[in-house]
C-alpha cells in the first residue's frame, strides 16, 4: 500500500492533468483532444466521429465544412488560425493549395492569380484549404476552390498591427528609419517596394486586395469593405481572440477542441516599444483605411457574437480555456525566444518567440510555418504521386 501511495504522489502531476480532463471531457490522443461523454452503456473513450459536441457549440444539424480559403493577414495571428487549419487538414487528409516554395503567393506585391497555384507540381489535386499569404483576389481564388468553400478572415487594431509589422520586418535595416522617423517623414502615397519587405501603411488593406492606387482614397476602401462583408462568412477579430475562435468553430461546423492554438509566431517583448500618444495621433491619421476596415468587422463581429448569444459564448469561451489548461500540462508546453529552438520547430525570424513540447504527440502544435509546409509538401507529393499511379493503370 505504501508503495502504492509514492508511486501515486510520484506521478501526481500527471494524475492531477488526468483528473481535470476527465471533468472537462477531453483526452489527447494522436495529437488531437478527443472528448468524452458519460453513457448509459459504458465509460469507454468515443471515437472520432462520435465525439460529443460541447455546449451545442456545434449545431447537430450541421456538417463539418472541408473546403475553406482562409486571407491570411499580415500580424494579426493568422499564423496561429494557420495552424488550425493545417493541424485539421494533415489529420483529415484534405489537400491544400501550397506554392513550390516559401509561404507565398506571388512576391506580396501582385495580388493572386489562379495560375500562380495551378502551375505548381504540388496542386495536381484540387485543394480543400487556402490559407497561404497572398495579396487577395477573391475572382481568382474562387477559380482554384471548389464551388462550396467558404471564406473567412482577421483583423486586428491598426496602430498594434503596424508596429508589430515594422519590428517583425526588419523595416528599420531595409529602410534606415527608425519607427519614429518613419512615421513622421514617410508619406502614405509612397510606393511599396520588395525592399521595405512590404512594411507600408495600411497592411490589412492591401491584403484584402486594394490597388496602390486606390489605397488612400476611402470611397474606394469602402466599396472593397462591402465586398468583403459579402464575400467572407466571418471576420475574427484578433483583440477578441476566444470569441473568435468559438465563432469560427460554429461557422465551419468544427469542434471547440479543434480550435485549441498557441500563440504561434508571437513578437518578444524586448521588441515591443510603445508609441507616444503624440506619434499614435499621427499614425492613426494615416492609417485612415485600415481603420475603416477594422471598424467595421468589429462592429460587425459584436452583431455576430450577439446573434450567437452572450450567455452561450461565456460558456463556450470558459470550456475553451478549461480545454487549453488541460493541453498546455498535458503537453507540457514551454515558451522559448527563436534562438533558443532548434531544427524543424525553430521560426525563421529570431525575434519572435516559439514552443517546445513534450514529445511528438504534441508536435504539431508547435511547428512554425515553414515547417508545417514542409510536412504538407511532403504528405502532397506522395499523394500526387500514388494518384497518378492509380489513374494510370488500366483498368482490372
Sequence with gaps: MFKHVLVLLRYRRTLFSLVVLLLCGGLLMDGELLLLTSSSNSGSFLNRSQKYRLMSTVPVTCSPRTNIAFLKNHKCASTAIQNILFRYGYKHNLKFALPEKGNFFGTGLDSFRAEMMLSSTLNKLQPNIFAIHTKWNHIEVKKVMPTNTVFFTIVREPIALFEAFYAFSRAKKRTGLTLEQYIREVPTNQKRENKAGLFHYNTMAWD?????????????????????????????????????????????????????????????????????????????????????????????????????????????????????????????????NAPQLAGKYRPSSNKVEGFKANGDMCSLYTLPELSFLSLLRQKQRKEITIHKTNTSQPPG
Design 208 to 336: 484584402f486586395g486594394m490597388p496602390e492606387e486606390k489605397l488612400n482614397n476611402l470611397s474606394d476602401v469602402w466599396n472593397m469593405v462591402m465586398q468583403a462583408d459579402e464575400q467572407f462568412g466571418l471576420v475574427m477579430v484578433v483583440e477578441r481572440m476566444e470569441e473568435s475562435l468559438v465563432l469560427l468553430a460554429d461557422y465551419l461546423c468544427w469542434e471547440l477542441s479543434d480550435m485549441l492554438v498557441l500563440d504561434l509566431n508571437s513578437l518578444r517583448n524586448k521588441f515591443k516599444k510603445p508609441l507616444r500618444q503624440e506619434l499614435r495621433n499621427i499614425l492613426q491619421k494615416k492609417l485612415a483605411p485600415d481603420y475603416l476596415i477594422y471598424r467595421y468587422f468589429l462592429k460587425k463581429f459584436d452583431q455576430q457574437v450577439e446573434a450567437y448569444g452572450r450567455d452561450r459564448m461565456a460558456v463556450a469561451v470558459s470550456r475553451l480555456r478549461d480545454m487549453m489548461a488541460v493541453l498546455m500540462d498535458l503537453c507540457s508546453f514551454i515558451k522559448k
